[in-house]
């Protein structure tokens, strides 16, 4: 069966749509105006997201700055904690060393108070010794 | 595009670009044709169609402020519809060759021999391959060159070109066969 250009011309000629297709556009251009609230829910759980879509260079870089930025933060945090270390420990050997200074003095209170009886328990004897 | 369409085009296009909407609705009546038509022949379903042509009329919208004359507006619109069709066509189950009485009514012709050509002629552009049967559409109802067709599509104009005579073969050879299945089931 021959056809010719003309015919499928013919056949594939404009139509117009059904009435009221524009006034359905401009309806559909009045929902959008309205605001979010008309319009179709998003279908990504990321949407929010869109508004910060960047061009990709600039995301490579903020990514990148991100990265160096969690990385110092990491390094102070490490530092920080071991500075605190140092100091709980230098704190505790302190405490070990007052405590060790407290031991000795009262040692030698002990000290001294023994002697102190064993002289007195010297000069009753000999007073004793004495009077026989 | 005759003067006074243009400059009628131009001042609506400057007004929605400077907020005013309701110039929009005389680009919808503009092209509303156009768009409807492209759709409609690709996908062979009157309401997927309009669905469709209301999408390329509500993202012009949304994209008004980037048009810069009516020239780039017909181009824009045309390259839109073209990509949504074949994104809604590889979504839409592939039809196998429909009955005649299944498809969209042809354009008004003068006598019945020629509704039946035309009627013959939309059923085989429905088994076309998409890009194949897009050309064709882009060719003969909007009547672009083979450049134009290339550049909507971004394929080469040697491909358009090669495809597009290697289509018009091929819908002979379906209509051919076509013809001879009805006069063996008539004798």
Not at chain 1, 37 to 57: E, Y
Not at chain 2, 99 to 128: C, F, K, Q, V, W
Not at chain 2, 141 to 169: C, F, Y
Request: some cysteine; overall charge positive; charged content about 30%.
């Amino acid at each position: 069966m021959h056809f010719s250009e003309d015919d499928l011309r013919g056949a594939l000629k404009r139509k117009d749509p059904g009435t009221g297709f524009t006034e359905r556009v401009m309806a559909g251009v009045a929902q959008r105006k309205e605001g979010p609230s008309t319009t179709k829910p998003s279908r990504s759980r990321f949407a929010w997201l869109q508004p910060l879509r960047l061009h990709p260079a600039i995301s490579s870089a903020v990514a990148v700055l991100l990265i160096v930025a969690g990385a110092i933060g990491y390094e102070q945090y490490r530092q920080n904690e071991i500075a605190r270390q140092h100091a709980e420990i230098e704190r505790q050997q302190e405490a070990a060393r007052q405590t060790i200074f407290a031991l000795k003095i009262a040692n030698q209170k002990l000290t001294h108070v023994f002697e102190r009886v064993k002289q007195s328990e010297t000069n009753d004897s000999k007073i004793r010794r004495q009077r026989l | 595009m005759d003067d006074q369409r243009q400059l009628r085009l131009r001042s609506a296009l400057e007004r929605c670009v400077q907020g005013e909407s309701s110039y929009f609705a005389e680009i919808v009546r503009e092209y509303q044709a156009m768009v409807f038509s492209i759709a409609l022949h690709y996908l062979a379903d009157p309401s997927l169609a309009e669905d469709l042509a209301q999408e390329v009329f509500l993202e012009l919208y949304q994209r008004i402020k980037g048009i810069q004359s009516a020239d780039h507006l017909t181009y824009w619109l045309r390259r839109v519809t073209v990509n949504r069709c074949i994104d809604y066509g590889r979504r839409k189950k592939r039809r196998s060759e429909t009955p005649l009485e299944d498809s969209p009514e042809p354009a008004a012709a003068h006598n019945p021999a020629d509704e039946l050509l035309i009627g013959r002629l939309m059923e085989s552009l429905e088994t076309l391959e998409e890009k194949q049967r897009m050309m064709v559409i882009l060719r003969y109802q909007e009547d672009l060159g083979p450049a134009e067709i290339a550049s909507l599509m971004k394929i080469p104009v040697n491909t358009v070109k090669s495809t597009l005579h290697r289509t018009l073969e091929e819908l002979r050879k379906k209509l051919t066969r076509k013809l001879r299945e009805v006069r063996y089931a008539l004798f």
